[in-house]
């Protein structure tokens, strides 16, 4: 027997029924955000390692565990791509659309992490993300998460909860990380020992910890939202009256710190209660330090990105994604000949009316088999085109659903008898001739 090769363990195939429900959600999203004026960008899925380990940092869990790096047949060291954030500024940096601009962007597409899969969490998953350059104030952090909850009511989502904090400037959040350390330092016995690790390292990152110990240690320790500078704290407050005023709750967790290492200030979550473990389907925040220790003139940026397979999970588990349409017309035919006149008719067809969804029987089967199909497919309407049909002009229409009715319809008639089972839609206009009402 021949071994049968398998997908990587936590990448998927996005089958065709599944893949409709992804086409869907991606064109509600670009809709949504391309009408607050953000605009597509797309780069590549490899960059050089470095880029990844500059920006998100080099103690952080997805660079010291989850990386995909390789070395090419040049012997560079590359990766694919954990996130888009990092990309996105490369490419604004090389190409000099950040300085002293505004800049609203988006892109959708695959990231790779090397995490343990389960449920909510792959090894290939797909993001939407959005970037701003050039915003300083409060105003575009808040305009990010209203844009977020417009989404999410434009989908129907519910019950997904907005967590926001502030981590300050980059020396705020140094200062903080000293005061931080010290006292886990003291009661360095307490803590679990990923904790006990993180704290040489990356200190902050003990503040999300799950362990029921470290939680104790951590009830009495300083707290980052007071450490926060003056004008962090000013900017902070901005966020939160615009959301007030927007009317979106949210919660302040001062322990939301992110698992990147570019965040200052305002970082954000919307969580989702009914995904289990992995329960984030969106997050980001202002990133200000980023451009510039990217190699960049100083430029402040904010942002998200968005989980496709975590957020069709919430849909799904909503009941809130799209049927599968079926096709309007199945057309039918047995014979050489008929095959050949069948594909001409559904061609005419389609060429006055791109509207319709028209499935051509092609391969095997008689008109029997055929037809049974055809009703399969839920269409509405099947054309039939055998012996007679052929020699007389003619095609036979029969309803499939509803009340049932067959007739023979002369060709040059046929648009209109389709137009009373599926009517053009409004403004509707069709290449080719105006007023065209037969198939030729
Ligand atoms: P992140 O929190 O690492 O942020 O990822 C954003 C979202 O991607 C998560 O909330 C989650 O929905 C989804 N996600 C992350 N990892 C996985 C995984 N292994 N499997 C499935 N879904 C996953 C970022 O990536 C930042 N670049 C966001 C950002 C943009 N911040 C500023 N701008």
């Excluded at 490419?91 to 950040?98: A, P, Q, V, W």
């Excluded at 020396?171 to 005061?179: D, F, H, I, L, P």
């Excluded at 509405?380 to 085109?385: G, H, S, W």
Aim: hydrophobic share 35%; with cysteine; net charge neutral.
């Amino acid at each position: 027997m021949v071994k049968r090769i398998q997908s990587i363990r936590g990448m998927h195939d996005i089958l065709p029924e599944t893949e409709i429900h992804w086409s869907w959600l991606e064109a509600q999203i670009r809709m949504l955000v391309e009408s607050y004026g953000y605009r597509r960008i797309r780069l590549p899925i490899v960059e050089k390692t470095e880029l990844f380990a500059r920006s998100i940092g080099a103690v952080t869990d997805i660079v010291e565990k989850e990386m995909y790096t390789f070395e090419d047949r040049n012997g560079d060291s590359l990766t694919l791509r954990p996130e888009g954030t990092a990309g996105c500024v490369r490419s604004g940096i090389e190409h000099g659309f950040l300085h002293n601009q505004l800049v609203r962007l988006w892109y959708s597409g695959p990231m790779f992490r090397h995490e343990r899969p389960q449920k909510g969490r792959y090894r290939q998953f797909h993001q939407v993300g959005v970037e701003t350059f050039g915003m300083t104030g409060p105003d575009i952090d808040a305009e990010l998460i209203l844009m977020s909850a417009r989404l999410w009511k434009a989908l129907g989502i519910k019950n997904l909860r907005l967590e926001i904090n502030s981590l300050g400037s980059q020396e705020a959040r140094e200062r903080y990380r000293k005061q931080l350390q010290d006292y886990l330092y003291r009661h360095a016995d307490r803590l679990d020992e990923d904790s006990r690790r993180r704290l040489k390292t990356n200190p902050l990152r003990v503040l999300d910890s799950k362990d029921a110990g470290t939680r104790e240690v951590l009830k009495e320790a300083p707290q980052l939202l007071a450490a926060l500078d003056a004008e962090s704290r000013e900017h902070f407050e901005g966020v939160c009256g615009i959301l007030d005023m927007a009317g979106i709750d949210y919660t302040i967790n001062p322990r939301l710190v992110r698992g990147l290492d570019y965040y200052s200030r305002t970082v954000f979550e919307w969580i989702s209660n009914e995904l289990g473990a992995q329960g984030t389907v969106c997050a980001g925040g202002r990133y200000d330090s980023l451009v510039e220790q990217m190699g960049g003139r100083p430029t402040p940026a904010c942002g998200f990105a968005m989980g496709m397979e975590r957020l069709l999970a919430l849909l799904e588990s909503q009941a809130l994604l799209p049927e599968i349409p079926p096709p309007d017309v199945y057309v039918l035919s047995q014979g050489t000949a008929e095959r050949r006149h069948a594909l001409h008719i559904a061609e005419s067809i389609r060429q006055s009316r791109p509207d319709l969804r028209i499935l051509v029987h092609c391969g095997e089967g008689g008109l029997k088999a055929q037809m049974k199909r055809a009703d399969r497919s839920g269409a509405e309407v099947a054309l039939i085109i055998g012996v007679d049909e052929l020699a007389s002009d003619y095609v036979t229409v029969r309803r499939l659903r509803g009340e049932s009715m067959q007739k023979q319809v002369p060709r040059s008639e046929l648009l209109l008898e389709l137009a009373r089972h599926r009517p053009s839609p409004e403004n509707f206009s069709a290449p080719g001739k105006a007023g065209e009402a037969g198939v030729k």
